[in-house]
């Protein structure tokens, strides 16, 4: 049994990391949020505003296979407990901060690919510039990614990140239905065509088709999923932390936090406070 | 006499009351957030931090609007009591989220935007916060109740109300207040 879910683990490592970005990915609920009150009627009385109870309207993302999808959030729920969590400690405990520091910048350097072209694809060309001037900065100086002395340089420091989930949203699509991946957890048919464009467009995945049949090459891509194990796994609990149903929680959180990603693709005017997702150094 | 050039003027004579008033909240929203991370820098465990929170975060934020947004229109079909039930639950749920977003002894770097007002007695308060070397959008929602009181934080888009209304609105179809408290009862006694 410890044999499968090992083999089931080395299987999926590859996937997991793929999306460094998709690990972003919290659920994202597409809250919408109207302003009842917008009459300019002040709220003195917290008990008098009723119709201000359904401001926050429930979140729609079309879920017609909830039941299996329950299914593969517990099963995921068991594998993040009995394996990913346990590895995610172990690489905690043996490799210094620093190290997991310059690690994760290393691999988020690495994977510019991904978000000069989705910049690109959403038209907006200074953010696909800046991304350049990003990667160009830290592999030299910053010693092949592991650090990021970009953050110093004002106009570089601060970018959205870009993914393809994210172009989808910004030329208008929607997410068709709300589907839990094995192992990789809340997504959409949109979101998960878009995993595919990140894993593509990341170069840690083409080493492995590049030179396939080496084991060495396999290093690559699963350090880059051990390493990213940590962040996902707090993403995870923060999602679902103290919720009266879990499933539901993760959904929400999967749909509000897409969302969010879809609105920082819109170039933000002044005054408007921009967040990068990558770590600084 | 023709009054409307004076009517005109009206929105003048107001703004400054409004302007003041969303000083007011951000200034509210800057000693909370102060206390709150003196807390947590000098709290020593989770339970410590989670303890200390509690009575501050009583101060700042209105633990009753926010149950009563998070269950949504089926607020009104709950007793006075199961009301008063519901918010105490929900209380202790909220408290233990949002010191879950902290480590004990960790000093996070809270920069504050420009505040917005989406509606007269509202204020958001977009922040960004500087926590283990990654940056977080975490926005603030503030409402006039005799005072300004938080009642929402959105984390990188993420609003705690919005979460737990999907939850509430599934339990509240399925069976009511009741469905709802014994959810909530539940999910508190689970640690």
Redesign the interface.
């Given at each position: 049994m410890k044999i499968l879910i090992l083999l089931l683990a080395v299987a999926a490592a590859p996937l997991l990391t793929s999306c460094s970005s998709a690990a972003k990915k919290?659920?994202?609920?597409a809250?919408a949020?109207s302003?009842k009150?917008?009459d300019?009627?002040?709220?003195?009385?917290?008990?008098a505003d009723?119709d201000?109870?359904?401001?926050?309207a429930?979140?729609s993302i079309a879920d017609p296979l909830e039941k299996v999808n329950r299914g593969t959030f517990w099963l995921n729920h068991g594998i993040y407990t009995y394996l990913i969590r346990p590895v995610s400690k172990v690489y905690r405990t043996i490799v210094p901060k620093p190290v997991r520091?310059g690690l994760d910048n290393a691999y988020q350097n690495v994977a510019f690919p991904v978000r000069v072209v989705n910049h690109t694809l959403q038209g907006n060309l200074p953010r696909a510039g800046q991304e350049t001037g990003k990667f160009l900065v830290n592999s030299t100086v910053g010693v092949g990614g592991f650090m990021r002395p970009s953050d110093r340089i004002p106009a570089l420091a601060?970018v959205p990140s870009a993914d393809t989930g994210q172009t989808f949203a910004r030329w208008g699509i929607g997410h068709g239905y709300y589907l839990v991946l094995p192992i990789l957890g809340p997504s959409s048919v949109r979101e998960t065509v878009g995993y595919a464009g990140d894993y593509a467009l990341n170069p840690v995945n083409w080493v492995t088709i590049l030179y396939g049949g080496y084991a060495w090459t396999l290093a690559i891509p699963y350090t880059n999923t051990v390493r990213s194990t940590p962040g996902q796994m707090d993403q995870y609990?923060?999602?679902i932390?103290?919720?009266?149903?879990p499933y539901?929680?993760a959904?929400?959180?999967f749909v509000?936090?897409r969302?969010?990603?879809a609105?920082r693709a819109i170039p933000v005017g002044a005054?408007?406070?921009t967040?990068?997702?990558?770590?600084?150094? | 006499m023709n009054l409307r050039p004076l009517l005109a003027l009206i929105p003048f004579l107001l703004l400054p009351a409004a302007v003041a008033s969303t000083a007011d909240a951000e200034k509210r929203l800057k000693v909370a957030v102060n206390d709150v991370l003196a807390i947590a820098k000098r709290s020593s465990s989770g339970k410590a931090l989670a303890e200390g929170l509690r009575p501050v975060l009583g101060k700042y934020l209105?633990f009753?609007?926010m149950t009563?947004?998070?269950v949504?229109?089926g607020?009104?079909q709950f007793s006075p009591a199961q009301q008063k039930k519901a918010t105490g639950l929900f209380t202790t749920?909220v408290i233990?989220?949002y010191s879950?977003?902290f480590t004990p002894g960790q000093d996070p770097v809270v920069e504050f935007?420009?505040a917005v007002t989406?509606?007269?007695?509202?204020v958001e308060v977009?922040?960004?916060v500087?926590y283990q070397?990654?940056?977080?959008?975490v926005v603030y929602r503030l409402?006039?109740?005799?005072g300004w009181r938080i009642t929402d934080i959105v984390?990188?888009?993420?609003?705690l109300?919005?979460?737990?209304?999907?939850?509430?609105?599934?339990?509240f179809k399925q069976g009511g207040a009741d469905a709802v408290l014994s959810?909530?009862t539940?999910?508190v006694a689970t640690p």
């Open positions: 919290q659920p994202d609920v809250v949020i302003d009150s917008g300019g009627k002040a709220v003195a009385d917290v008990g009723d201000d109870l359904d401001e926050y429930v979140v520091q601060n609990d923060a999602a932390g103290n919720a009266v149903d539901l929680a959904r929400s959180s509000q936090y969302a969010e990603v609105r005054g408007t406070v967040v990068s997702e990558a770590p600084a150094p | 209105s009753e609007a009563r947004r998070a949504g229109p607020w009104r749920l233990r989220t879950d977003k935007g420009k989406p509606a007269a007695g509202r977009p922040t960004t500087l070397g990654s940056r977080y959008s409402e006039q109740t005799g984390i990188e888009g993420v609003s109300i919005a979460n737990y209304r999907t939850q509430f609105d599934s339990q959810a909530l539940k999910s």
